[in-house]
Structures are given as C-alpha cells and as structure tokens.
C-alpha cells in the first residue's frame, strides 16, 4: 500500500467554533476556555475543576452534592457548599461578562438543586476528540485510509497535554485516567495506519516517549518493535522486548502477551512476514532508511582535530607530486575518524579516490572489502575491472578459497589492477573500519604498502583498537613500518564544549556541560545525547545559553540506550560480556573481582581487560579498572531489569567473599539487594560486623537496618543483631559526621535510609522529628524533640530547630516559625554553612511577614557560602518574586541530588507563577513538586503546596 497526502489538506470539519457568539472549553490539557472576546481568565484550580465538571456533562443538570464529591471525594470540607456556589458566581462571571447583575444568564444555568452548561456538544474538545474517533472508525470500515488517518491526526492535534492537567479533586482524576485510554487507543491506531502505508519512520520518537511513559502497555511496544525493525533496527526492537519483559516480569509477575511475543520472535528470525511493498514496488523489502530530526546543518565545523585533517591532507598533496605513503588512523569507537576521513577527503583534487568501508558480515568473504573499494563489478564499464569481477565471483563460491590457485589469481588481479590505476594518475585508497576486513584482502594491503615507495600510491585505514585479530596485528606491524601513525585521543573539555556549542545551537549552561561530561571525550557520545535531549524538548533558552529545562530530571531515555546498544554490537562479545559485569562493580573493580564475576581464570580476563582498555572502553588507575563513559556504563546496567539486577549483585557478591575481597567491598553490592533472604545475609553480617563498622560504618548501619527492619528474621534475632551496632561510635564517635550524613540523605530525599540509620543505631535525632513533621505528625515530631533535649551537637541544633520551626507553621504560628529561623542566623555557636538550606524558608517566611531586612541578611549569608550558590539564586529570587530565577535554583538543586530542595523550590515557583498569571507554568511546577513531596510521604507539604497554590490563585 502507498500513501501520499498532506495531512492538512483533508480534515473532517471541527463543529468548534461555528457559531462566532459561543463559548469553546478545552479540556485536552490544561482547562481553558475562549468566548468571541478572546481567552477566558478562569480563576483557581478549583473553578476549573467545577467547569471540567460541568463541561463532560454539557447540557445535562449537575447537582450541587454531585459537584462537591467531584471536588473532595468522600472527605469534603465544612465548607464545601459555599465554595461550590463561590465558583459558580465566578465562572457565571467570568462566562458571561456582559451579564446583567443577578440575572440568570443563558450559559451556565441553575436547575433545580444543581447547575446546567447550555452548550453543544462540539463546543467542547473532548466530544469534537470522540466524534473524530468515530469517523476515523467509519472511515477504516470503508477502507478510506487517507479519511482515517486524516480523522485521526486532527483528533490528537486537539491535545495540548495531559487531560485535565493541573485540576485537583477525584472525578478529574477519573476523567483524566479514562480519556488519556482513549488517546493511547487513537495514537495505536494512528501508528498501524503508518506501519501499513510503509512510513515507520514517522512513528519511532513519539513511540519511545510514549513507551517510557508507559512502560507496561504492550501494544505501543510492540508497535515501536515493528518500526525500528522495518527501519533497520533489528537489534533495538529485541531490546524492547526484552525491557518489556523484565518489567513485566518485575511488576506483574508474568511473561508479555502472546501477540506480543509472536512479533518478537518473527523478529528474531527475520520473518519476510514483517516486511512490506514499498511506494508501489512489489517484493521490495529493504528497509527505510531511518529518518532522524536535524539538530543543525551538518556543514558545521569539525571539532578538534585540526592537525589530524591537517596530516591527510598533506599525504594527499604529496600522492598528488608522486610520492606514495601509508597512513594508520586508530581511535576507539566513536572517537571521529570516519568524520576526520570524511572532512580531509571532502574537496580531493588532482588524483583518483577509492573508498570502502568495510562491516563484520564481509569477514566471511575473499577480497570483498577491495573489490567494493575499487569497484569492481561484472558491469563495470572499465573492461579491467569487469574482468576481475569474474575471477573474485570464482572466489566467493569456491569451498577452499584461500588456497586455491584462483584466490592466488584473484589477488594477482587486484593487485595488477591498481599498479595500472597508479599508472594512470595518483590514487588514494581509503580503508575505513579496517578491523572488519578479510584476510585476503588484508594480505593485498600488506603487499601494496610494501610497493608505495615505488608508485603513487596513498593507503588510509582507519580501525579500532578491537577486536583483536591475527590477521590485523600482522598487518599493523607492516603498515606501520611504511607510514605515519594518527592516534585519536578523546576530545579536551574545552573542546566538548565548542561541540556541545555547535550542536545546540547556542552557548550551553552549567547542567548541559556537565552532563556532557560522561561522555568522557568522546564526540560520537556527546552527539547522541544533545541530539535526543534537542529533539525531546529537555534544553530550553536560559539567561542567554540554553540549558536543561529546569523542572525536568537529567534525561535517561530509552533512546539513548537504543542507540549505545547498537552502537556496540559491533564490539567484540567478550569485551560486552566484560562491559555488563564492570557496570555493575560500581566506580571500580579490580582484576580479581572481574574474573571472579565472569568466572574465568585471571589470565584470560587480564587478556579481556587489556582489549577493553586498548579499545578505550576501560580507564586504569593504579590496580582498579573502571569504565570511562559514563553513559556506556549506564547503558549496559540499565539492560539488566531491576529483579535481575538485584540477582546480579547477590551474585557479585558472593563471588567476592568466595576470593577474599574486603568485607567493604562486598557490602557495596549487598547494598543493592533485595533482603529476600535473611539468613544468609543475617551469617554474613554476623562474621563481618566488627570489620565492616570500622572500615565502613555507614554501610554497615544501612545493611543492617534494612535486615533489622525487615521480616527475614525473626524478632529475637533482630534484637541480638540490633546489639551489634549500639549507639555508636561507629561513625568515630563524632555525631557531628553521622548529622551530616543524615542531612545528606533528607536533603536527596533518601528518608527512609536515615531514619533505618538511625534505628540500627538506636539514637534519637532531629532529622527523625523534621520528618515526623513534614509527614504530618506534629506530636511525634516534638516528642522526638524532647527526647534529642541538651544533648545535640550544633549540627544537630540547627535541625532540631528547623523541626520546631516547622511544626509551629502547621500549627498556624508562622511568626513563631520565623523568629525560631532567625534565632539560627543570630546563634554564633551554629556555623553558616549549618543553616544555609533552611534561608530560602525564612526568606519566604520574612517576605510573607513583610520583613524585608531579614530577608536581606539571609541571602547575605548564602552568597557568603561559594558552595550554596543554587541557595542564594533560590533566596533572592523569593525576594525579588521572580519564578522564573527559581525555577533556575530548583534545577541546580535537583542536579546536585537535593531532591527535596528540588521540590521546594519548584512549590515556590508555582505560587509565584500563578500569581503572574502563568497557569500551564505553575501547574507543571506544582505537579512537580507534589510528586516529589509525595515520593518521601511529606503529607504537610502537599497540602501546603495546595493550599499556597490556591490562595494565590484566587488573588489574581
């Protein structure tokens, strides 16, 4: 089937908006509405919550105890019914400004004991989205193709986001979850369409955002798996299956659908039932080639190999004069000597050029790599070349190819064939990915770099340093001998920077050119991820430079690990197999420990290493080893699901008590899995106790309050494993150091690691009563305070403090709360750096109490502190009432691994976003905000977020 069409050219006819006097809501995304005046300023999040209701059931009666369950469920406020008449006053006015006062009005109605919106169907998206569905059906019972797909691409243009976005209360979040089920259900069929009319290409990035986003949705895998395999990417559809089926397994404890399963396995094989008639061309079954969205022209410059290009170009000037040569280009994968090659070749002059870049499938073939350099076919013009073709063709189908007296021909052919181009003018023959070529055209190369000296003749090859073959170090050793060696070195930072500039278009910001970083120099690495971070929306303008957006995480998408995972196929497996286990050592292993994990013996692995570290895959340091991307580290561990992860790290770490390893060394892995069995790890920990608080306290008191807390053992062996660790002095007798862990983890959102901490080693603390608080439980959180007492350290004060502050706020005494913050800032005895997170809280607390001067000292404090730099942004943006800057703050907290800050800054943005009038900006930092407050149970938080949120509203 062909399909040519301009989506905008057919498209069934809206219904919205046809009568120039109605009122159009849109629900498909944030709640919005227009009348003939323009956009209508709806009011709180509540108000819109009342209008969504009202607007799903347009033309029918809604009573007034109908619309209080829609907004608080089963536990409305004594309030409720006021604030429901409130929002009705509010809407009418808003609705039908021109209104006579204490008129009924003819758009929103009362009916009875409830109220009525007067509008047609088509006047709200969501029915206008259900009539497109409906034609689009009626239009695939028709075989209308070109009217379903139409119908289709204009239902899906009407979102904006999700549905009901930002609107609190029960009945949206029903509506929400009910109508983004029809949109996936639309975007399937829209993406079946595609695949029948042969157009994968169009569907393959929405597709992967959409499986993120849904990680257990089968029919949007297995449509992404079809895509990339009809766009050649075979070896990614597999790993989508695979990433389905150990979430699946994960989740729901099942294997994936047998539909599903089908797909893959006609992947796998390579079933000719997946392929397609192409434009019209019957039995054509190569696939499309992968249509990818342009970052930038690729006209720009080359980054940092100046001298390299620099070195072809003089070989070729030289050929060019009669004077022959080799050149050896070596790099790892990635490092850019096909871009060097590609740049250096580009405007050649005064000499032939023969180029071939060689793949793993042509090792299997005589001569293949040379024959397609100098191409050499049957229907060659050049009779020379037509010639040969037949000799080689013998070759190929001969079963002892490398002996036979034809293979011996062959290789006289090719060789004769290019003295007789060197006779007819200079000749540079281009090799790329040498270590994929054939040994007989290995054994050619050798013999013609011998002859360079005597024609003019320039050979280029390019390889990795792996895979290590016989074959490739025999000819490493000759060509070397007759030529020039170029070793391509990973990129400097200053150098990343000029491409990461090149890429995005602009200057990057401090996060982008931080996470560039993990590519380790490496400029095929940085390209992928500014190219998917580009493409996805992540980078957006920010004080001139571009930068990650400031209220989304760093990217991790699955994209990226696609695209490694390709790119790495062509690695030798045994360097892969190496790779896997390395990325899940952590920061470092050594010998022992690898060879311990592949259970191999250490000269075997010592082999593997050495490939891995000559390809440039592995870094060495000392006696450790360790992966030098980042980004290849995280793409191997994330193959792995998490269930089998934990199983992986068991198995790690039992293999390293088996050889002796540190008891430090094994808790690092034990550290990541699952207390499923407690006996074995009760044994371990018993033995290794006394060892492991000394050399690794904080390690110990995690394990064994995940043992102690769990229900492994029993509660007598929990009691003599509690006695293992007391109230120590496993942290060198200096509570000052465990507050600071503490703090670290409340501050990362890591709650439940301090108060396990804290459990194993039986002391009570500040940071137990600042969570109690924030989890809504304020008697708790004093009693915890009364029992901390005199006792406390100055680190510990400031947190103790912090709690009583807190906990006078939920009790309605904000200016109790603030004098309790100032008092920190008047203490001497507690250092800056101590109560330097808790000053954008006083800052709000001084701007809300009209207290400018001690809103003042607090960011004076922060900009005291070169190490609280995201701080004082956050602190002077509150002074300043700038959303935008905290917004700013709240990225940089969030890339430092302060997810809490992350999430009370992004709470601060949203209550200064709406009183801007931003809604859609303010809503997605108060969803952003209440997701995290809600990952750690802080209870107080959420409802604070909520209720600063709505108070601001109202006030615009």
């Not at 919005?32 to 209508?40: F, I, L, P, Y």
């Not at 050896?328 to 590609?342: C, D, F, P, S, Y």
């Not at 935008?884 to 997810?899: D, H, I, K, N």
Request: overall charge negative.
């Amino acid at each position: 089937m062909t399909l040519s069409y301009d989506p905008k050219a057919r498209r069934p006819t809206t219904g919205i908006g046809s009568d120039p006097t109605a009122v159009r809501i849109s629900l498909l995304g944030p709640v919005r509405a227009w009348s003939v005046d323009g956009e209508v300023e709806l009011g709180s999040a509540q108000r819109k919550a009342v209008l969504a209701v009202l607007a799903l059931q347009a033309g029918h009666s809604v009573s007034k105890s109908e619309l209080v369950d829609a907004l608080w469920g089963d536990e409305p406020p004594a309030s409720a019914w006021g604030s429901i008449y409130t929002h009705i006053s509010g809407l009418r006015a808003s609705l039908e400004p021109h209104r006579a006062r204490r008129s009924e009005g003819t758009l929103l109605i009362s009916v009875g004991a409830g109220y009525c919106l007067m509008l047609p169907g088509d006047a709200v998206d969501v029915s206008h989205f259900q009539r497109l569905r409906d034609e689009a059906r009626t239009c695939r019972n028709n075989r209308d193709t070109l009217g379903e797909l139409a119908a289709l691409e204009t239902a899906l243009e009407l979102w904006r986001g999700d549905a009901l976005h930002g609107t609190p209360g029960p009945f949206a979040a029903r509506q929400r979850a009910r109508l983004a089920e029809l949109k996936l259900d639309a975007v399937e069929r829209r993406a079946r369409v595609l695949l029948n009319a042969g157009r994968p290409h169009l569907l393959i990035d929405d597709l992967h955002e959409l499986t993120r986003r849904h990680p257990l949705r089968e029919g949007l895998h297995g449509l992404l798996m079809q895509a990339l395999y009809l766009t050649g990417r075979r070896q990614a559809a597999i790993g989508v299956f695979q990433r389905l089926r150990g979430a699946t397994v994960e989740s729901l404890g099942t294997e994936p659908g047998g539909s599903l399963t089908t797909v893959h396995d006609k992947i796998v094989r390579d079933d000719p039932a997946l392929r397609w008639t192409v434009d019209g061309v019957p039995g054509m079954t190569r696939p499309i080639p992968l249509v990818t969205k342009t970052l930038r022209p690729t006209t720009r410059r080359l980054i940092g190999r100046v001298s390299e290009i620099a070195a072809v170009r003089t070989a070729v000037t030289s050929v060019t004069r009669g004077t022959g040569g080799v050149l050896w280009l070596e790099g790892e994968q990635g490092i850019g000597k096909t871009a060097v090659l590609n740049e250096a070749l580009a405007d050649v002059r005064g000499c032939q050029l023969a180029r071939v870049t060689a793949d793993e499938f042509g090792q299997v073939v005589p001569l293949r790599a040379l024959v397609d350099g100098l191409d050499v076919t049957r229907l060659s013009p050049d009779p020379r070349r037509a010639s040969l073709a037949g000799t080689v063709r013998r070759v190929e189908l001969s079963t002892t190819a490398q002996d036979s007296s034809g293979t011996v021909a062959a290789v006289d052919g090719v060789l004769a064939l290019v003295r007789q181009l060197c006779e007819d003018g200079p000749l540079v023959l281009v090799v790329d990915q040498l270590h994929w070529v054939d040994p007989v055209s290995l054994h050619v190369l050798r013999r013609l770099a011998t002859e360079t000296t005597a024609m003019p003749l320039l050979l280029v090859v390019a390889l990795r340093p792996v895979p290590r073959r016989q074959e490739i170090d025999r000819t490493r050793a000759v060509l070397r001998q007759h030529g020039q060696v170029i070793t391509l070195g990973p990129l400097a930072d200053a150098q990343v920077d000029d491409l990461v500039t090149a890429l995005a278009g602009a200057t990057p910001g401090p996060a982008l050119l931080e996470l560039s970083r993990q590519a380790a120099g490496n400029p095929w690495l940085v390209e992928v991820l500014v190219e998917y971070m580009t493409s996805s929306g992540t980078l957006v303008p920010q004080d001139h430079q571009v930068d990650l957006k400031a209220c989304s995480p760093p990217p991790n998408h699955c994209t990226i690990v696609d695209v490694i995972e390709d790119h790495m196929q062509t690695v030798p497996k045994h360097i892969r197999d190496l790779l896997g286990w390395a990325s899940l050592c952590g920061d470092g292993f050594t010998l022992d420990e690898i060879a311990a994990a592949l259970m191999l013996p250490a000269h075997e692995v010592s082999t593997m290493v050495a490939d891995a570290v000559t390809g440039g895959y592995l870094v060495v340091s000392g006696d450790e080893f360790s992966l030098r991307h980042k980004m290849i580290q995280r793409a191997f561990y994330g193959r792995y699901a998490s269930a089998i992860r934990g199983s992986l790290h068991r198995q790690l770490a039992e293999a390293w008590i088996a050889i002796g390893r540190p008891p430090e060394r094994v808790a690092q892995q034990l550290m990541l899995v699952p207390i499923d069995n407690g006996s074995w790890l009760n044994h371990w920990l018993t033995e290794n106790a006394a060892a492991l608080s000394v050399r690794a306290p904080r390690l110990a008191s995690t394990l064994l309050g995940r043992l102690v807390s769990s229900d492994a053992i029993s509660s007598t062996r929990k009691d003599s494993l509690s006695a293992l660790l007391v109230k120590p002095t496993v942290w060198c007798e200096d509570t000052s150091d465990f507050t600071r862990d503490l703090l670290a983890w409340y501050w990362g959102g890591q709650w439940e690691e301090a108060l396990t901490a804290l459990t194993a080693v039986r002391l009570t603390h500040g940071t137990a009563a600042l969570i109690c608080a924030h989890r809504g439980e304020p008697d708790e959180a004093l009693a915890t305070l009364e029992a901390v007492g005199r006792e406390a350290d100055q680190r510990e004060s400031a947190v103790a403090r912090a709690a009583s502050a807190l906990v006078a706020e939920q009790r309605g005494e904000p200016v109790a709360a603030y004098d309790v913050l100032v008092g920190l800032l008047d203490d001497e005895s507690v250092p800056a750096d101590d109560c330097a997170r808790w000053l954008p809280w006083l800052v709000r607390l001084a701007v809300d109490q009209e207290r400018e001067s001690a809103a003042l000292r607090a960011i004076a404090v922060a900009d005291s502190l070169p190490e609280q730099r995201a701080t004082a942004l956050h602190c002077r943006a509150l002074l300043a009432q700038d959303p935008e800057a905290v917004l700013v703050a709240s990225g940089e907290y969030r890339r430092a691994g302060w997810e809490f800050a992350y999430a009370q800054a992004a709470e601060d943005a949203s209550v200064l976003l709406v009183a801007q009038e931003q809604p859609e900006k303010a809503a997605e930092a108060l969803d952003a905000a209440v997701q995290c407050f809600t990952q750690v149970r802080a209870r107080w938080d959420v409802r604070r977020a909520f209720l600063r949120f709505d108070r601001a509203a109202d006030h615009v």
